[in-house]
């Protein structure tokens, strides 16, 4: 069964900088897994924040940025602002269907 | 404004079958791949299940494959999911979710859910 691991949790001061990051245990993430990023604060809906790696949407802050990085997909928030804080989720695709990872919770204080 | 509006859940005993629906409204419903994500209370999000604009790729996670359907009708703009043998651990917050294309890549408008508890 495939696992998608992600950092349970991390905690950043404002204005600092942050990655996240998603490993596969199938081994090391490339851009064929078509990363996703999606940030969910309690009570809402997940919101998309990356797609394909490292683009972003329209409506997504430019503090976001995802990338590869060490053979797992990452997320980078810089500068952090205290609405930052959620739950941060990857989604990465294995060829026919797609895995979640397990979460990050961001605090950020 | 694209709005993803789901129905169908509620409170099933194990075993027993239950079918969500899914409408949507803001772009063509046609055009776009969709997914279901569940998420159980307190938990993180699963993918559950993901169709492309004319249905010729269908997708399961492990955890549902051979129980769960997904179809579509492009002509009344419904999604659905067919849930047969339901067990606890099907209890959970069901999003539908459109995808930001005509394929199954990135999910990207979401839903507010409806909630499946599956319990005797």
């Known amino acids: 069964q495939t696992v998608v691991t992600q950092e349970p949790s991390l905690t950043v001061s404002p204005g600092g900088t942050v990655t996240l990051t998603c490993a596969s245990s199938?081994?090391?993430?490339?851009?064929?897994?078509?990363p996703n990023w999606f940030q969910q604060k309690p009570g809402q809906a997940p919101r998309s924040l990356i797609y394909?790696?490292?683009k972003e949407h329209s409506s997504t802050p430019a503090r976001f940025s995802g990338s590869l990085l060490g053979g797992k997909a990452a997320l980078t928030l810089s500068p952090v602002h205290p609405e930052d804080e959620a739950e941060y989720y990857c989604?990465?695709?294995?060829?026919?269907?797609?895995?979640f990872g397990g979460g990050t919770k961001l605090t950020v204080l | 404004e694209v709005q993803v509006v789901e129905s169908g859940g509620g409170l099933v005993q194990p075993g027993r079958s239950l079918r969500l629906s899914c409408t949507t409204s803001?772009?063509?419903?046609?055009?776009?791949?969709m997914h279901w994500v569940r998420q159980a209370p307190g938990k993180g999000l699963e993918w559950v299940s993901g169709?492309?604009?004319?249905?010729?790729?269908?997708a399961y996670a492990d955890s549902v494959m051979g129980r769960f359907t997904i179809s579509r009708d492009n002509a009344k703009n419904f999604l659905y999911l067919q849930m047969n043998s339901l067990r606890v651990e099907d209890t959970a917050l069901y999003y539908c979710?459109?995808?930001?294309?005509?394929?199954?890549?990135?999910?990207?408008?979401w839903g507010q859910g409806t909630l499946v508890t599956v319990s005797s």
């Open positions: 979710v459109k995808d930001m294309g005509g394929y199954i890549q990135t999910p990207l408008f």
């Open positions: 803001g772009l063509s419903f046609v055009d776009y791949g």
């Open positions: 169709i492309t604009w004319n249905s010729a790729k269908i």
């Open positions: 199938t081994g090391a993430v490339t851009s064929d897994f078509y």
């Open positions: 394909g790696t490292s």
């Open positions: 989604l990465l695709y294995y060829g026919g269907a797609w895995v």
